[in-house]
């Protein structure tokens, strides 16, 4: 007959009880001798405990043992738990989904990397452009200094009609 009522089993062992402890992420199991040896209270994988009804242990967690104390009155093990990990759980699909992130950014980052080589060659292009259009530039302010090419003509022309003029 059970003193506790037995809500709960961890790695397949009745346990009575289960209580917070003084310190931040400890706790106390408590085995009734009846339900639990010692050798099976040992046996338990702590750092990955299958817990099955009601308990106050955090699931997916992993513990360490720091204590554990026999008592004769109640004829009960006490074990003094102590938080060692946080179990996840399978993050398999997760992984997949961060691999999958993943190759979504490289294929961003190669792609920068095009857009910013092609702006570099636009970049290279417009520069032979605007010198192009500076040397233009300079060369039509030359000819307009010069004087225009209808003008050069004009002055051909008249030359021509003075010299068919003067020589008959």
Not at 47 to 64: S, V
């Amino acid at each position: 007959m059970s003193l506790y009522g037995n809500q709960c089993s961890i790695g397949g062992m009745p346990c009575g009880v289960i209580l917070r402890g003084a310190a931040n992420g400890e706790y106390r199991a408590v085995f009734e001798r009846e339900f639990a040896s010692l050798e099976d209270i040992e046996a338990i994988q702590w750092d990955h405990p299958k817990i099955q009804g009601e308990c106050i242990l955090p699931t997916g967690y992993g513990f360490a043992v720091r204590d554990i104390q026999y008592s004769s009155s109640t004829r009960s093990y006490t074990v003094v738990l102590q938080v060692a990990e946080q179990y996840l759980g399978d993050v398999t699909g997760y992984q997949s989904q961060v691999a999958e992130l993943e190759e979504g950014l490289s294929q961003k980052d190669r792609e920068l990397e095009k857009r910013a080589a092609s702006l570099a060659e636009k970049e290279s292009v417009i520069t032979q452009q605007q010198e192009t259009i500076t040397q233009q530039s300079k060369v039509l302010a030359e000819l307009e200094a010069a004087g225009t090419a209808a003008q050069v003509d004009a002055q051909l022309m008249a030359a021509y009609k003075e010299g068919v003029e003067q020589n008959g």
